[in-house]
């Protein structure tokens, strides 16, 4: 085939298109039928590898149940989830930064005082404290936000992933700031951990050489009447891992020293500006 007629070809599926009544419908299939043409254009692609990417996608379709999505999983070890994230919160300058929600946000944690600790359950690791203010973008502090708090256990592994092995509200909880919008959580040095690899996204980072480890991470969703929702993390400075996040998730924003306090508990300070509706 010559270029003309692939680009013949292009030029004749789009017009297909041409009335289309939705127009973001439009923009998006007509975007993405330019990039696949050209994508396959660009690498030569031939009949076998295609198929190969047929099946797959297929392989990640079947391995979605209820509590499994392997397209996302895909998403975010291609950093395209970490792109969406970044276009949809569109913060202001000044604003925390946002990163990916990650697969194991369980709404409906408990509700804790200002210096509790999430952590539950026994644990080896080592306590800490995450603090800050949350404020608007002029500094004025936010009465009445929540910081709806979940991460990890020593072990490894979420709450949600051990229903057997932790407690269900182990390393959960969320905050509710006072007229000072100071937070102040308790809860253990978060530690790496492997995202799920034993399906076809896995298989992918393995033929390539890549890891699955996260950084150690909190992860908090911010929200406050009047304010943009905000989804992101805390990174431990020190965790390993932090420049290969297997899904894009790091900012170095976000990145934050933990050390010992003036009551020599090991405190890292995060201050959180939202952004008005
Ligand atoms: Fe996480």
């Given at each position: 085939m010559t270029e003309k007629a692939q680009a013949e070809l292009l030029e004749d599926v789009l017009s297909r298109y041409e009335d289309s009544?939705?127009?973001r419908l439009k923009e998006i299939t007509e975007a993405a039928i330019r990039h696949l043409h050209a994508f396959v254009e660009e690498v030569g692609l031939q009949r076998d590898e295609w198929f190969a990417g047929i099946q797959f996608l297929t392989a990640v379709g079947q391995k979605c149940d209820d509590t499994r999505q392997e397209f996302i999983l895909l998403s975010d070890t291609l950093g395209v989830s970490s792109l969406v994230e970044m276009i949809t919160h569109g913060g202001t300058e000044g604003s925390?930064?946002?990163?990916?929600?990650?697969?194991f946000y369980v709404p409906n944690s408990p509700h804790r005082a200002m210096g509790e600790s999430m952590l539950v359950d026994p644990d080896d690791g080592d306590r800490v404290v995450i603090r800050g203010v949350i404020t608007d973008t002029q500094g004025n502090p936010i009465e009445g936000a929540t910081l709806d708090c979940w991460q990890n256990a020593t072990a490894g592994f979420y709450a949600v992933q051990q229903p057997d092995g932790q407690s269900a509200e182990n390393l959960r909880g969320i905050y509710t700031t006072g007229p000072d919008g100071r937070y102040e959580?308790?809860?253990?040095?978060?530690v790496p951990y492997p995202i799920p690899s034993d399906g076809p996204a896995g298989d992918l980072l393995k033929a390539h050489g890549r890891?699955?480890?996260r950084p150690g991470h909190t992860h908090m969703w911010v929200r406050a009447d009047g304010y943009k929702d905000l989804i992101t993390h805390v990174f431990d400075e020190e965790?390993?891992?932090?420049?290969?996040?297997?899904?894009?998730g790091v900012r170095d924003?976000?990145?934050?020293?933990?050390?010992?306090?003036?009551?020599?508990?090991?405190?890292?300070?995060f201050d959180i500006v939202l952004d008005r509706v």
């Open positions: 009544p939705n127009p925390t930064e946002n990163t990916v929600l990650g697969p959580i308790r809860t253990v040095r978060p890891g699955w480890m965790t390993a891992y932090l420049r290969e996040d297997a899904v894009f924003s976000l990145v934050r020293k933990f050390m010992p306090d003036e009551d020599g508990e090991l405190a890292a300070t």
